[in-house]
């Protein structure tokens, strides 16, 4: 991995869903499902984490998080998404 470069692609963890499932909670938006299947993490000042996530049907979301260094005590911020996105497409910086 390069300095500052996302990681490559890993599958979900249990610590990833639990992201996702803060930001569904966030957002106050229901999904007949909202399943992490894979996540690219990247460090700055804090962790950019890129999540890909199903959300029924032949349906998913990219998401990309940004968490705070344990220290400055903030709660997680959903940067950006991104919406139409299929099984295949990659997770790339958005």
Do not use: W
Not at 5 to 24: G, V
Not at 50 to 72: N, T
């Amino acid at each position: 991995m390069m300095c500052g470069a996302p990681s490559a692609t890993q599958p979900a963890t249990a610590e990833t869903q639990h992201i996702a499932d803060q930001l569904e909670e966030k957002e106050n938006k229901k999904f007949p499902v909202f399943k992490a299947v894979s996540f690219k993490s990247q460090v700055v000042a804090g962790t950019n984490y890129f999540i890909k996530v199903h959300v029924g049907d032949e349906d998913f979301v990219h998401l990309r998080v940004f968490q705070s260094l344990p220290h400055e005590n903030k709660p997680l911020t959903l940067s950006n998404y991104q919406t139409n996105k299929a099984k295949h497409d990659e997770l790339t910086y958005f």
